[in-house]
């Protein structure tokens, strides 16, 4: 069975930081690109970012929102994903969410999906 | 404001047909494959379709995908009151580098 467990999710000031986990089973993880993907309460999905697996040089990408802020990083070993997350604003709260992407046939999406953790900024 | 545009909300009767729009440019949708997801009330979004227009495992012949051009459009024939929840579209913008989501789209069964 394929979980996805996200932690690490609390309460932080603003200006502080914090370093979310997303600990993956039921699939081949080393082979998989891992998104970061987040919901403010009440509100839509934002893509936080991703990174690729060791193929393709475990390539990060982040969106504007939190471009230089925001580091994802992933230990294979341990099929865990990370987000450390600096500078933290207040809007920044919501829940995040790690998913794995798959793609083939030059057609991705997401196919899995952790439960969330929720970040409060305040 | 999202970047990729869907409507705030739909409603049908059970046994009803309910489409739901998902707008975008030629940087996503235009270039693109769009996928859609259902999240339901204090859950995590789940894989409805993907490729445009395939189902996973495990999702009913009802709920059906298409695009055309920038466009692309969710449709649930034979509307369950489960079926009740937040839909969203998704897809790669080649000039943002990353996934775009549509704002969301609340159904409501009636």
């Known amino acids: 069975e394929v979980q996805l467990v996200e932690s690490g999710g609390g309460l932080v000031q603003p200006g502080g930081s914090l370093k979310l986990s997303c600990a993956a089973s039921g699939f081949t993880f080393s082979g998989s690109a891992m998104h970061w993907v987040r919901q403010a309460s009440g509100k839509g999905l934002e893509w936080v970012g991703r990174?690729?697996?060791?193929?393709?040089?475990?390539?990060?990408g982040y969106a504007a929102s939190v471009k230089g802020r925001f580091t994802i990083s992933r230990d294979d070993s341990e099929s865990t994903a990370y987000l450390q997350m600096n500078s933290l604003k207040t809007e920044d709260t919501a829940m995040y969410y790690c998913a794995r992407r798959q793609c083939s046939g030059g057609s991705c999406h997401f196919d899995y999906w952790g439960q969330g953790t929720l970040v409060t900024v305040s | 404001q999202s970047v990729l545009t869907q409507p705030p909300s739909a409603s049908g009767t059970p046994g009803q047909r309910v489409t739901i729009s998902c707008s975008g440019s030629s940087s996503n949708l235009g270039s693109n494959t769009v996928s859609w997801y259902q999240q339901l009330p204090g859950t995590a979004p789940k894989l409805l379709i993907y490729s445009n227009n395939q189902r996973p495992s495990g999702v009913p012949d009802r709920f059906s995908g298409s695009k055309s051009g920038t466009s692309a459009s969710l449709a649930i024939s034979g509307l369950q009151s489960e079926d009740e929840a937040d839909y969203y579209c998704?897809?790669?913008?080649?000039?943002?580098?990353?996934?775009?989501f549509g704002g969301g789209t609340k159904l409501t069964v009636l």
């Open positions: 998704a897809a790669w913008d080649d000039s943002l580098d990353g996934v775009v």
């Open positions: 990174i690729r697996d060791k193929a393709n040089s475990y390539a990060t």
